[in-house]
């Protein structure tokens, strides 16, 4: 095929072609693509006549691509990242009237504590935006960034793709959380007889808290884990338990749930909270819109976020 054959080609179908191969099921495509199964049905039917191939076979309740299929995505992506790039950057974008959707991928705890200012924010400069969220850690933001299915995550990056971009926001500093209502900081020897949550998406018991207590010739007691910082407030109340938590989840929970923050008994490593996103979408005005939001919003001065949280 030729450039001049482009004009019998619908861009339509290739969309809903890739949308396919990330689904693998009709009906959740539809609804990716705000179209009836019917109309998805139909448009598979065209693809199939367009390539002269099956492209999609049942198998149980899954769609599995073709060999062929597999093939034209390879091409198929980065064409259609270029087409969609283009048709963005010959257009003015203005966040006071945009009525444009944003799929962000965020870690747990900036969900909970930093998503709901930083919402107030957007609204105040687009506020017809929507800001769909994908919850993040630091092996699925990634994923979803190759997959298209986020063009921006925030957390902690590790092993990006090679063509995304990363920008470091601010440092983390881990911060103790409690519920009683004992005078005076917890000495290091309470901090490891009292028992401590974990917070860990993959169950983990042991992290950087206890690595930093072995270099000391100290370990800790952790008797709960659980996948979300959202259950700690409930979970300390009236207990001995202690918790470390980054220093902006520290602040939301002390001044909204009435918890006491202070500084851990022992130093603990401060992690960079990054910015990642797709090189694809590097120079799209209204992806340099969002970024520029986010970094601006997010770039908090430690010291301001430590003596708040603290107070």
């Known amino acids: 095929m030729n450039r001049n054959d482009l004009r019998h080609a619908d861009i339509n179908l290739l969309v809903v072609f890739e949308t396919m191969m990330r689904e693998r099921n009709v009906t959740r ?3 990716r693509l705000f179209l009836c ?3 998805v049905s139909s448009a598979l039917n065209r693809l199939r006549t367009m390539f002269d191939d099956p492209l999609f076979i049942r198998s149980g309740r899954a769609m599995e691509p073709t060999a062929r299929a597999e093939e034209i995505h390879v091409r198929l992506g980065p064409a259609l990242e270029g087409i969609a790039l283009a048709l963005s950057c010959a257009r003015e974008f203005d966040p006071r009237t945009s009525e444009e959707t944003f799929h962000v991928g965020l870690c747990d705890e900036v969900e909970y504590a930093l998503l709901p200012w930083l919402m107030q924010q957007l609204r105040a ?3 017809n935006i929507t800001l769909v969220v994908r919850r993040v850690d630091a092996w699925q933001l990634p994923q979803l960034l190759v997959a298209g299915d986020i063009s921006l995550g ?3 990056a590790q092993e990006l793709p090679a063509s995304a971009h990363c920008r470091s926001l601010r440092p983390v500093q ?3 959380l409690r519920a009683d209502s004992a005078a005076g900081p917890v000495s290091l020897d309470e901090f490891c007889r009292r028992p401590h949550v974990a917070v ?3 169950g983990k018991v042991t992290d950087d808290v206890d690595r930093a207590l072995a270099r000391h ?9 659980v996948p979300q910082f959202s259950a700690l407030p409930a979970l300390l109340a009236g207990s001995d338990m202690l918790a470390i938590v980054p220093d902006y989840v520290a602040q939301a929970m002390a001044r909204v749930e009435g918890l006491r923050a202070e500084y851990a008994p022992l130093p603990l490593s401060s992690p960079d909270l990054s910015m990642a996103w797709r090189g694809t979408s590097h120079a799209d005005p209204r992806e340099r819109w969002l970024r520029g939001c986010f970094a601006r919003h997010l770039e908090l001065q430690p010291e301001r976020s430590l003596a708040l949280a603290v107070a």
């Open 154 to 156: 925030i957390g902690q």
């Open 37 to 39: 199964q019917t109309t």
């Open 217 to 225: 010739d100290r370990q800790r007691r952790v008797v709960l884990a």
């Open 29 to 31: 495509a539809g609804e």
């Open 125 to 127: 400069e687009a506020p």
């Open 200 to 202: 860990s998406a993959l």
């Open 174 to 176: 881990p911060m103790l």
